[in-house]
T-cell receptor
């Protein structure tokens, strides 16, 4: 069964304390892996798409990487405004654009 | 450039009633997908519409139905509401090719009492 697992479920960081979020997946024929940020009461906001193992994408303090079994979202020197839930999702071959989501990691960054 | 817009933002219904949620896709997008997000969970795929037809469907009962109009906007209908249908309903739009990123609206919060 196609599955996406994110860890940890929740993460508390001090401002400036770098860390990584994990997304592991079991799908047949990965077509793409997506990272989204979701603020309370809002819809997910698109961050990155990764298509093949070894690929990396960066945006401000965030960097996403992809291997054959998992993806990492690295957060460098986070600020309180980075607090949100980070969602990982995959699309597999034959799935058109059907996203399979993980449950997310709730990140809280304290000053 | 308007993103994905959904209406209404909040809705309260009684068990057994029917509800219709609406979505306008991001400009240039031709594919619309609907997701259900329970509190503390990731979004779950309901179905996807392309060229006014349902292209793919998730594990949701027939009480959930939809429609896509010629201008690419879409509706989600839920009949015979159950308490368990209370959730955030998200609409996402994209281009048709697989692997294109989905852009989400801010959702409709449905409460069934």
């Amino acid at each position: 069964e196609d599955q996406v697992t994110q860890s940890p479920e929740a993460l508390r960081l001090q401002e400036g304390e770098s860390s990584s979020l994990n997304c592991s997946y079991t799908v047949s024929g990965l077509r793409g892996l997506f990272w989204y940020r979701q603020d309370p009461g809002k819809g997910p906001e698109f961050l990155f798409t990764l298509y093949s193992a070894g690929e990396e994408k960066e945006k401000e303090r965030l960097k996403a990487t992809l291997t054959k079994k998992e993806s990492f979202l690295h957060i460098t020197a986070p600020k309180p405004e980075d607090s949100a839930t980070y969602l990982c999702a995959v699309v597999f071959s034959g799935g058109y654009n059907k996203l399979i989501f993980g449950a997310g990691t709730r990140l809280a960054v304290h000053p | 450039d308007a993103g994905v817009t959904q209406s209404p933002t909040h809705l309260i219904k009684t068990r057994g009633q029917q509800v219709t949620l609406r979505c306008s896709p991001k400009s240039g997008h031709d594919t619309v997908s609907w997701y259900q997000q329970a509190l503390g969970q990731g979004p779950q795929f309901i179905f996807q519409y392309y060229e006014e037809e349902e292209r793919q469907r998730g594990n949701f009962p027939d009480r959930f139905s939809g429609h896509q109009f010629p201008n690419y906007s879409s509706e989600l209908n839920v009949n015979a509401l159950l308490l368990g249908d209370s959730a955030l309903y998200l609409c996402a739009s994209s281009l048709a090719q697989g692997g294109s990123p989905l852009h989400f609206g801010n959702g409709t919060r449905l409460t069934v009492t």
